[in-house]
């Protein structure tokens, strides 16, 4: 009887155990994570300022570094330490992947930025076109109505 209850007392002890290391496991990963999402926000920053000097980001997309940041927050809050563990490793992997396409990123060149643009380009060089064609048949359209007023005026006075 007395080996019973030691074995329970060790059982349990051991229990106890693997759920302190697990609270310290989700403890280290939360800090980890917070870490995950000012990375994140620096990185964000980054690319906006890269974008606003004239480098290309366009291919830069931090969807999934977001959906890995979320999926170790799911694991922690669901106290499910592995997958947590492996969605720490992707984002860490995809952030490191980000960061260097970021700071690789090639400065766009005018020719580039008007090849891009080219069809806003065409599109508002037809509208200031039609515009102008407008005007001028509206210009048009009023000297020859005043035309007809005028023979009118002559034709009533005869």
């Known amino acids: 009887m007395v ?5 329970n007392s060790n059982q349990s ?3 106890q155990k693997q759920e302190e290391e697990k609270r310290i496991l989700l403890r280290n990963m939360s800090i980890e ?4 999402r000012e990375n994140y926000s620096s ?3 980054l690319i906006s300022k890269k974008k606003d000097g004239g480098y290309d980001v366009s291919k830069i997309n931090l969807d999934y570094l977001d959906k890995y940041i979320r999926d170790v927050q799911s694991g922690i809050f669901a106290g499910d330490v592995n997958g947590a563990q492996v969605s720490i490793g992707l984002a860490k992997e995809e952030y490191v992947s980000l960061s260097m396409k970021t700071e690789n990123a090639k400065k ?12 806003l380009l065409s599109a508002m060089a037809t509208i200031t076109a039609l515009i102008i064609t407008i005007l001028n ?3 048009l359209r009023k000297r020859l109505i ?13």
């Open 13 to 15: 002890d051991d229990l």
């Open 3 to 7: 080996k019973v209850a030691t074995q």
């Open 146 to 158: 005043k035309a007809k007023e005028k023979i009118k005026n002559i034709q009533g006075k005869k």
């Open 33 to 36: 994570v917070n870490q995950l």
């Open 43 to 45: 990185l964000e920053e």
């Open 137 to 139: 048949s509206l210009r």
């Open 108 to 119: 766009v060149s005018f020719l580039e930025k008007v090849k891009n643009n080219i069809f």
